[in-house]
Every structure is written in C-alpha cells, then in structure tokens.
C-alpha cells in the first residue's frame, strides 16, 4: 500500500536524506536544478510510491518560510503547473480546452499553496484578475515560462501579492 | 413433444391484448438498444492510408509518433469491428494491429484505445452470454403449458428474465465509464476501466450461476408438461434451490470488487448444490414414471431424461476440480452422458484483454484470476496461456484463498477500512448539475483509506498532515479547487476536467487510484 508508505514515519527527513544523496543540501536546492519539472515527476524520481508531490511542496514551503522567499516559491510551483498543463507550449489565441487547462493549473497553483500550506499572502481580485489577463495573453506559439525568474512570472506572481498597480 | 425450438420461436405476443412482463422484455431486445459496441465507422486517417489496405511491418510502426500510433490503433479497432468490410479487409486490420501493438508494447507505454478495446471485449463477452440465455429464456416464454401453466412457477421464469436484464444494464453500464476514460488520461483513465471492468466482471459472474439455473428451469419446464410431480413439490424445490441464485445477485448488487471476487468464488459451490438439485429431480422423475407407468406415455418421460442429459452439460461447463467430480445422471441407456465433459469456452481474444487489463493494473490479479476461474479455466490451463505468472500461481488455488485474500487486503469483516467519497458528499447537488449522476453517482467514486488506523499509530506528529487530509481538509481542497477553476474558467466544468482535477489530486498525496462504490453502515 503506497499511501501507507508514504505516509508513515518521519517522511520529512526520509526526503531530505534522498535529496542529499543526490547531492543537494535542501529541497529548494534540488527542485531548482529542475525547473518546470512537475512534483508529481520530482516524487517519482525520489521514490516511486514512496514520495508524494505534496509532500515535496510541502518541504519547499517549509524552507521558502524559513529563508523569506515566498515569492520565490510561488513562482517556482505556477512554472511547473504551466509546464504540467501545456506540455507543447502557448497558443494564442487559447483554444478552449488549452484554457480549461491553464485555469485549472492557475485554480490548483492557488489552492493548493493557500489551503494546505496556508499562504494567506493572494489578494484574491488582483489573482483573479492576473489570471484573467494571463489567459488572453498574446504569446508566441510554444511559449513557456523557462523559471521562476522569468519576467511574465515575476510580474504575474507581483500583481498576485498585490504588489503592483493592475 | 411440441416445443418451439431456437431463437426463431414465435412469441406468442398478444393473444390476450397484454404482454407478461416476460414477453415485453424478450421483444424490447435491451442488447440492442443501450449496448453499442462499436464506435461507427469513423472517419479515414490519410496517416493510415497503408495500414488500411497492406500489411505493414515494424519499420512503419517504428516510425509512427506516440499520437499516429495511437490514432492508427484506434482506426484500426474500428475497421476490425465493422461487419460491412470484406473479411479479407478485416484480417488485414487485426494483422496490422497485432504489429502496432507489439509496438506500443516496445514503447512501454498503454495506448488508450487498446486499454479501452480490452474492456470492450469483456463487455461483449458479458453481453453475448446474455444474448444465449435470452435464447434459453425466450424458449421458456414461449412454452405456456410448462412452466408458465401456473403463476407460481412462471413466477421463476420472471425473475430470471429480471436478473438476466440487471445481467445485461450491468454490462452496458461499463460503457459510460469508457466513454469518459476516452477523455481522461493516464492513471484516472486506467481507474475508469478498471470500473467499467468490474462491471463486465458482476455481469459475468451473474451470468455464471443464471446459466445452471436456466438449464434447471428448462427441466421443469419439460417436467411440468406432464403429470409426474406435484406442483406442491415442484415450487418447494425452485423456491429452495433459487435461494442461491439469488444470494450471488444480492451479493453483486452493489458492484463491489470484493463482494464479487467473493460472490465469483461461491459459484463453483452453488453450482455443485445446484446439479445435485438436478440430479434428484431426474431420480424423482424416475421413481415416478416407475409407479405411475400405467398412467404415462412412456415414450414422453424418456424424451424428458433424454433432454436432461442435454441440459446436464451447463452444470459440468465450469472446471475447478471439485466441480467436475460431481456423479453425472445415471440415465439408463443415456450415452450422451459423456458428452457433457467439462468444456472450456472463452476465446483467445477474451483472455488477451484479461492480461491486458491486469498489465495495466485496470483489474487485480485475483480478480483476474476469479474471471478465469468462474469461466472454467483451471491452472493447468493457464500455463498454456502468457498470463502473468501472478495469475497462473492465485488459479493454482483455491477460489476460497482467493477470497481471504480479498478481504485480508482490507481487512475482514467489519474492521474494513472506511470508504471516503473523493467527490464531497456534501456537494452532491453540485455534481450531479455537472453530470455526475446515475452510473457516474458520486457513490461510485469513494476510496478506502484506513486513517482511524493510522491515526492511532502515528497519532499527531508526522502523520498530522495526511489525517488531515479526510474528510473535513480534503472536502474543503476539492471544493475550492473547483469553484477557483470554474471561475477562471467562467463556465462549468465538464465530468471529464473534474475527474482529471480529482485524480491529479490524488495522485499528489500518493491516494491509490481505485474506485470502489460507497458501503453504508
């Protein structure tokens, strides 16, 4: 029973044991080696059924609160939900089922880090209206964000803090 | 003797200006209306314009993309099953999908469309059992002086009627779980077959208990025909011997893998009980035509003895070792007696999509194994076959280890693990305006998750997050995952997109993907 593996026993240290096997000091560290990897990916490659993509993100906010990069995390899991949905990349205009897909990478990037993280850090409108614009956003055919230090990113993720004028 | 004999027989519809409900099923001819097993003929791929008319080697399959591959596949399901092409045409699609399939297989990677033609095939095969019954059943009806001469014992052949269309709903149910994996991916796709699987499985096992009763409803038919046994005895012994019948179907009722795992490993038993029924039947027929000879036509009872060597073969159909030692009728002068060895009859085809589907992981190896077991096969038998060795070692067994098995997977009895709904009960209106409804009921979506356990043994500290997880946080997540994506969106979403949130949502948490129905109390 996988869910019973993973779940049981001190899961935190036995990822972060994986993870320096691999030669990283922290979670953070090793997830940044692979931008645009989805966690689900990411948890596969650390165990196969033993290691939960929740659990990962759950690490990286752990670590993201620790080193005040909040931002950081935040854009680091929108470019791997980007990646996750539009695996061929951007195609404007976004066709129906390209939307369907990035409103739910946008819905489940939200969620998730506000519900079982508890970031409460959104501004809720501002978010919604990001992802508004987000979705009728004129970029080139296969576009895709390459990291979290991507400029469509950082200003995405800002207008979500509320941190800039809309 | 008089009877209509085959699936020509006339129905005597009408006569009296109203059908039986016997009489209106067999004209409604349900297999027709809701079974449709292939998908029209589709359109013509220009990618498969050689695959359609030539064999094609493993260079071309080699050279096709993942998508070409699976459109070719799916094309050539099609072409396959579409009776209007030259036979030639249709051989030249099952060749050409034999290649391309060694090719998916080389990629390591399930094709959709052949995930979804093997549990097509268990549906039919469900369904074409139905069919044969109905055959059986449609004779039945139409003979008003047996069984149907007194409502008592036509009230038998009613309810087979009834459990032979729950047999055929249940196998056509599994089509909408295709339909929406047609649409899902991955691991939410293999779940969705794996529920259509179960379903062709329930249909399956129902069929395998109704086939001897059938058999012994015919013997009473042809007995009720003549003045041998008293109607008092005749309805005591259907109404004990049903009991049977009707304890599997209660137990399929609720379409539970295990509870079908453990109904299919009851059959070999019931079956067993069933033939002896039979067997004393035909003594009793014999002791009476001995002191009532003055009052019979001879010649009448001993077409009746003859017709029941015939039927006596459905009992002996189904191999596990404790079934075929049953003692077989002691007819005098009846050599058809061994014409009733035990016979296998499934086809290559139907024990291809049974490794497939256990290749996937769509159906458990035991449950595999109960399929093969209840159809007849014994393990010798599959050592002839390259079904994984798990399922050759669990039919090496016997169908009671099998069951023990299931419920020590969860835990026997009432210390079952509990089942959550992975789709918020509490939201079920919400659901059902997006579709969820009938087959796809809410109720058919829960979980067994053992987190009273686990709570207990890990109590707070690292496990504080995954008991968490249900009901209260989980409920909440899928609801805010939902109306946040509706939103963006600015329309509702479709069954398709909410299985693939709630899967991916499972997926993260490492949640097994394997649906089984809501167990109340």
Redesign the interface.
């Known amino acids: 029973?996988?869910?019973?593996k993973?779940?049981?026993?001190?899961?935190?240290g036995r990822i972060l044991e994986r993870v320096q096997q691999r030669g990283f000091e922290t979670v953070t560290q090793y997830a940044s080696d692979r931008p645009g990897v989805s966690?689900?990916a990411l948890?596969d490659e650390l165990g196969s059924?033993e290691?939960?993509?929740?659990?990962i993100?759950?690490l990286l906010v752990e670590e993201a609160i620790r080193t005040h990069t909040i931002p950081h995390v935040l854009r680091d899991q929108l470019v791997r939900e980007l990646h996750y949905a539009l695996p061929d990349g951007w195609k404007y205009p976004l066709d129906d089922e390209a939307?369907?897909e990035v409103?739910?990478a946008?819905?489940?990037w939200?969620?998730?880090l506000?519900?079982?993280h508890h970031l409460d850090c959104f501004n809720d409108e501002m978010t919604?209206k990001a992802?508004?614009d987000l979705?009728d956003a004129d970029f080139p055919t296969g576009w895709l964000p390459e990291g979290p230090e991507d400029p469509v990113i950082i200003t995405f993720v800002d207008r979500c803090l509320g941190r800039m004028p809309s | 003797m008089d009877l209509p004999v085959g699936n020509g027989a006339v129905m005597p519809a009408g006569a009296q200006g109203q059908r039986s409900p016997t009489e209106s099923f067999l004209l409604a001819d349900p297999w027709h209306a809701g079974t449709s097993l292939s998908e029209g003929s589709g359109g013509h791929l220009p990618i498969v314009g050689d695959a359609e008319t030539q064999c094609i080697g493993e260079a071309f399959a080699r050279d096709l993309g993942d998508e070409a591959l699976e459109q070719t596949i799916e094309y050539l399901i099609q072409r396959r099953d579409r009776t209007d092409l030259a036979p030639t045409d249709r051989e030249v699609a099952i060749e050409n999908l034999a290649v391309l399939a060694a090719e998916s297989a080389r990629r390591g990677r399930s094709t959709g469309a052949l995930d979804r033609d093997a549990v097509r095939t268990l549906i039919r095969d469900a369904t074409t059992g139905a069919q044969e019954l109905a055959g059986v059943l449609q004779q039945l009806a139409g003979s008003r002086d047996g069984l149907r001469n007194h409502p008592v014992t036509e009230r038998f052949l009613e309810q087979a009627v009834d459990r032979l269309i729950w047999v055929v709903d249940t196998a056509s149910a599994g089509n909408s779980y295709i339909e929406l994996a047609t649409s899902a991916s991955g691991q939410s796709s293999i779940a969705l077959l794996g529920m259509a699987a179960t379903r062709a499985q329930a249909a399956r096992v129902g069929l395998s208990i109704l086939q001897p009763w059938c058999a012994f409803l015919q013997l009473h038919d042809r007995v009720a025909m003549l003045p041998l046994l008293q109607l008092e005895y005749r309805y005591r012994v259907l109404d004990r011997e049903q009991r049977s019948v009707q304890a599997v179907f209660t137990q399929l009722a609720g379409l539970d893998p295990d509870e079908i795992t453990m109904a299919s490993a009851s059959v070999p038993g019931r079956v067993a009980v069933l033939a002896t029924a039979f067997d004393e039947m035909i003594a009793e027929i014999e002791r009476a035509e001995e002191t009532q000879r003055w009052a019979l036509r001879v010649q009448l009872v001993a077409e009746v003895l003859t017709f029941a060597v015939g039927l006596r073969g459905l009992f002996a159909m189904r191999g596990p070792p404790s079934a075929m030692s049953f003692p077989m009728p002691a007819i005098a002068g009846a050599s058809g007696g061994a014409a009733t060895m035990s016979q296998v009859v499934v086809s290559a085809e139907w024990i291809a999509a049974i490794r497939h589907l256990v290749e996937i992981g769509a159906i458990s190896a035991v449950g595999a194994a109960e399929a093969l077991r209840v159809r007849g096969f014994t393990s010798a038998m599959a050592q002839a076959t390259d079904l994984p060795q798990l399922v050759k070692d669990l039919l090496g067994e016997s169908p009671t280890t099998d069951a023990m098995k299931v419920t020590n997977t969860t835990g026997a009895g009432a210390a079952r693990a509990p089942r959550h709904h992975v789709l918020p009960q509490e939201k079920r209106k919400f659901f059902e305006e997006r579709g969820f409804k009938g087959d796809l009921d809410i109720d058919n979506f829960t979980v067994e998750l053992e987190t009273a356990h686990h709570q207990a043994q890990h109590g707070g500290g690292n496990w504080k997050m995954a008991k968490k997880h249900w009901p209260g946080e989980w409920n909440q997540l899928v609801k805010d995952r939902l109306e946040n994506a509706e939103k963006k969106l600015r329309r509702r979403m479709t069954v398709a997109e909410i299985m693939k949130e709630i899967t991916g949502l499972m997926k993260e948490r490492e949640i097994p993907i394997r649906f089984v129905p809501y167990r109340r109390g």
Request: charged residues 20%; glycine residues 8%; without cysteine.
């Open positions: 029973m996988s869910y019973e993973t779940w049981s026993g001190d899961w935190h966690l689900i948890a059924g290691v939960a993509a929740t659990q993100r759950s939307r369907s409103a739910r946008l819905a489940r939200e969620t998730e506000q519900i079982t919604f992802g508004q979705m």
